[in-house]
């Protein structure tokens, strides 16, 4: 008998123990790092209502509840009596029942009025009908992303079942050595922007942190090959943690699973999808021009098969001796500064990604509250000692002020944006300054993914700002709502119409002018010199939008938005820059973030950042907070025990 059946057996005889003899469990098994209990009585489970949670708190497991089959009502029978516990308020959009597991997936637009107070609602569903529900949020704005996503997992829930119920087994499995040791090896993102990837080993486990692409530096990918990486088997890793959808993290994860990675995917749930629409668009891209990619859609859906989704809290095992928890790191929906508890508390180690330290109006700032922690692995984008950045509040009233004066003109405003984050935030500034009065309302159109990626927004609102969560539960508040906002989805004719139309505003990607419809909008209104095109986010090196920025008026436009026709556009529309609006933490945040940190760390790696960013921040918390600094360079190794 294996040790993890044999764990398994012990686990079983101790429920036995606990349970009231009425109730019978008739097996236990590991899927992923949850402990499933089978029973013929999920009713009288549901009617002791602190059982599950006591014993989990007893066996120190995550557990969750699955009825035997023959303990089941019919689904026809059971659906009924399940709308009827449901209250109607709840808005329940859809039923899907899976004999396989006991579970029926309810989607409704207000999920809380499901749940019910403490999960109320939900014991009820199982007193009645013996199904074990979960639950899933309608989005309020419809999203191809996340219905393609669930309906996916849906029609691979066997292929999933197997996978996790292996992840549970590998997680569990008995820990061979007594050597405790903990290394980190630098893969990339280390004096340069950029395909972020670490390993993070121990005698026992592989961890790898991200696995990001290089943009305008398409060759240059992680150091993947190393031994401690892919170079002993693409299976000699245990688990790989995302800590954020952006491109410079996650693009080269499916990558993983060409090589012949089997394993899971640990990151929150917005991560997931988001994730999805961005590898599917780095393919699209890469396609357009001309690039052969590295890898195609179908190792895109094994990733997303792969993934374990993960609350911000939550603490998980994903190793004999690593457990993870996710914490809000406040720079663009579902990241998550990481938390590592390695060997039962022998060391601790906290991976930011990506941070935002204050409050911006989509999301709370970064979380910096451990437990415990040795070792900061940190961003260091705006880490140089004179990056700092306008306060935000200044920036609104500055893009506000432009608004009005082109306006006032009777020209357009045109913001080049990025789908994910800064499209959300910029149009909540301008629903609020129309709500206000403070600009004139107009129509403000979204084109590119910006729509896509907004409805990604709100379909998981406990992952915004409280304020901004508060509004979106409740839909008539629902800023993302708005009359104003239009979604520019029938192509070339509508972007005509606008273009020939009354004054208003236009967010389109890409965010540095380097394809997709901006190139549109700039053929469309780019010789207007009554309208403003107004940059709102990082223009970097060797981007058209740093070149118009720099002054550039004769512009190339030559992609297929221009009808693949290559000709060059007189730029006459006025041109504006406001800042302020980043998703990262400028200087002052980055040393905030660590000088509010509780526990101190003892340790810090600056990543992520360029040479001077990563340099000038790792004396800065040296000479600031006589901690241990480093600025390592790419593959690097650290032993910290
Ligand atoms: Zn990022």
Not at 230 to 253: E, F, P, Q, R, W
Not at 456 to 461: E, L, R, V
Request: charged share 25%; aromatic share 8%.
């Amino acid at each position: 008998m294996s040790s993890v059946d044999k764990q398994l057996d012990d686990l079983k005889a101790e429920i036995d123990s606990e349970v009231p003899a009425d109730i019978t469990v008739s097996d236990v098994t590991y899927e992923g790092p949850e402990l499933v209990l089978y029973t013929p009585h999920p009713k009288q489970f549901a009617r002791n209502g602190d059982l599950v949670r006591n014993l989990a708190s007893k066996l120190r497991k995550r557990i969750t509840v699955r009825p035997d089959p023959e303990a089941l009502s019919a689904p026809k029978a059971a659906e009924d009596e399940i709308l009827s516990v449901i209250p109607e308020e709840a808005g329940v959009t859809d039923l899907d029942f899976h004999q396989d597991t006991g579970e029926v997936v309810i989607e409704a637009e207000k999920p809380g009025m499901v749940i019910g107070r403490h999960g109320s609602t939900l014991r009820d569903i199982t007193k009645q009908v013996g199904w074990t529900p979960e639950v899933v949020r309608t989005p309020p704005i419809e999203s191809s992303t996340v219905s393609n996503v669930r309906n996916f997992l849906k029609q691979e829930r066997d292929d999933r079942r197997d996978i996790l119920e292996r992840v549970g087994r590998q997680i569990h499995r008995e820990e061979m050595g007594r050597d405790q040791w903990v290394r980190i090896s630098t893969l990339g993102c280390c004096r340069e922007v950029g395909r972020a990837s670490f390993i993070l080993s121990t005698a026992e486990t592989r961890i790898l942190i991200d696995c990001g692409d290089k943009p305008g530096a398409e060759g240059e990918v992680p150091y993947l090959q190393v031994p401690e990486a892919l170079g002993s088997g693409a299976n000699s890793i245990d688990a790989v943690v995302l800590t954020h959808a952006h491109l410079d993290h996650s693009a080269l994860v499916p990558l993983l699973f060409k090589y012949g990675y089997d394993g899971p995917i640990y990151c929150t749930e917005p991560t997931r999808d988001l994730m999805g629409l961005l590898q599917l668009d780095y393919l699209d891209v890469a396609a357009k021009e001309g690039r052969t990619p590295p890898y195609d859609s179908e190792q895109v859906r094994e990733t997303i098969k792969h993934t374990i989704p993960l609350e911000y809290g939550d603490v998980t095992d994903i190793a004999p001796d690593v457990k993870i928890t996710f914490h809000n790191a406040g720079h663009i929906l579902g990241s998550a500064v990481t938390h590592f508890h390695i060997g039962d508390g022998m060391y601790n180690v906290a991976f930011s990604g990506d941070i935002h330290y204050q409050d911006t109006r989509l999301f709370n700032g970064a979380v910096n509250d451990f437990p415990r922690v040795e070792t900061l692995v940190m961003e260091s984008t705006y880490g140089g000692r004179n990056d700092y950045q306008t306060d935000q509040a200044d920036s609104e009233e500055k893009l506000i002020e432009v608004i009005n004066e082109t306006y006032d003109k009777g020209g357009k405003v045109l913001i080049p944006a990025f789908a994910v984050g800064r499209s959300q935030e910029i149009m909540l500034v301008l629903e609020e300054a129309m709500r206000t009065g403070k600009i004139p309302e107009m129509p403000i159109h979204l084109d590119g993914m910006i729509w896509e990626a907004t409805a990604i927004h709100t379909t998981y609102p406990e992952y915004l700002r409280d304020d901004l969560r508060d509004r979106i539960f409740h839909d008539d508040e629902n800023p993302f709502l708005a009359d104003q906002f239009n979604h520019i989805d029938a192509g070339e004719d509508e972007r005509q119409e606008v273009a020939d139309g009354d004054q208003c505003v236009i967010l389109s990607t890409s965010g540095m002018v380097t394809g997709g419809p901006i190139m549109s909008w700039l053929r469309h209104l780019g010789t207007d010199p009554d309208s403003r095109l107004v940059f709102v986010g990082y223009q970097a090196q060797g981007t058209l939008g740093r070149r118009i920025q720099n002054g550039w008026d004769e512009i190339p436009v030559n992609d297929s938005y221009g009808g693949g026709r290559s000709n060059t556009l007189s730029l006459n529309m006025d041109v504006a820059t406001v800042d302020g609006f980043s998703g990262h933490a400028d200087r002052k945040g980055l040393m905030d973030f660590v000088k509010t940190m509780n526990p101190r760390p003892e340790k810090v790696l600056c990543v992520h950042g360029d040479e001077r960013s990563v340099q000038d921040l790792s004396s800065a918390l040296y000479h600031e907070f006589n901690m241990r600094t480093f600025a390592p360079k790419n593959l690097e190794t650290f032993r910290f025990k």
